[in-house]
């Protein structure tokens, strides 16, 4: 069966520092995968997919970037992280029929 | 689109009473729904899913019910337990769109014992 698994499940940085999130997932091959932040109490953002490896399409002018080094493996970084950084970040992967989407557990990140 | 600016309107139930949660689509082209429940300070978890060549669509407690003609999704819950509080989205897409989701604002549930 397929998982994904996000890490870490919490993150406190200072601003300016730099973030490295990762994801991968397991039991499927060429998912799409995205990346969404969620601000406390509120909705889902979308920040980034990725169609296949190397391909990253970015949905909103940020502070962040993201790459996919390999074919299950979705990284979101930061050269240095604002306040406004600060939110709950997911990662989820598709199958591109249907688009049904799985979510990982998130990373609640605060920027202090 | 996503309505990511906004705080979350709240559903107040007794325990043991059915809930209806609402979600209103503005594109005509949708032909998938999903609704998703996500828990405090966990990813959202898949409910339900109802193609646009069905108006309803049951599974445990819960049932979908979409309306094409004024573009309305619902989610029913029966029987509504504590377990059952958490913020719940709804989400579209359309086969012109790439499948791409597009998730609703989310409405929290809250259940009253």
């Known amino acids: 069966s397929q998982t994904i698994h996000q890490w870490p499940a919490t993150l406190v940085q200072p601003v300016g520092s730099p973030l490295s999130l990762e994801c991968t997932v397991e039991?499927?091959?060429?998912?799409?995968l995205y990346w969404y932040r969620q601000a406390a109490g509120r909705g889902l953002q979308l920040l980034f997919y990725?169609?296949?490896?190397?391909?990253i399409s970015s949905e909103v002018p940020q502070n962040l970037s993201a790459s996919r080094p390999q074919d299950r493996q979705f990284i979101l970084s930061s050269k240095k992280l604002l306040l406004s950084d600060s939110g709950f970040y997911l990662c989820?992967?598709?199958?591109?029929?249907?688009?049904?989407?799985?979510f990982g557990s998130g990373t609640q990140l605060s920027v202090l | 689109g996503e309505n990511v600016g906004l705080h979350l309107p709240t559903l107040s139930v007794q325990e043991g009473d059915n809930s209806i949660i609402n979600c209103a689509y503005s594109n005509s082209a949708s032909d998938y729904f999903i609704w998703y429940k996500q828990e405090s300070g966990k990813g959202p978890q898949f409910i339900i899913d109802i193609r646009s060549n069905m108006d309803k669509r049951q599974g445990q407690r819960v049932t979908v019910l979409l309306n094409k003609t004024v573009k309305h999704l619902s989610l029913q819950i029966a029987a509504t337990q504590p377990g059952d509080s958490a913020v719940y989205f709804c989400a579209e897409s359309n086969n012109n769109a790439g499948n791409m989701l597009t998730f609703g604002g989310g409405t929290r549930l809250m259940v009253k014992p």
């Open positions: 990725s169609v296949g490896i190397g391909q």
């Open positions: 989820a992967w598709g199958t591109g029929t249907n688009e049904k989407l799985f």
């Open positions: 039991g499927t091959s060429n998912p799409n």
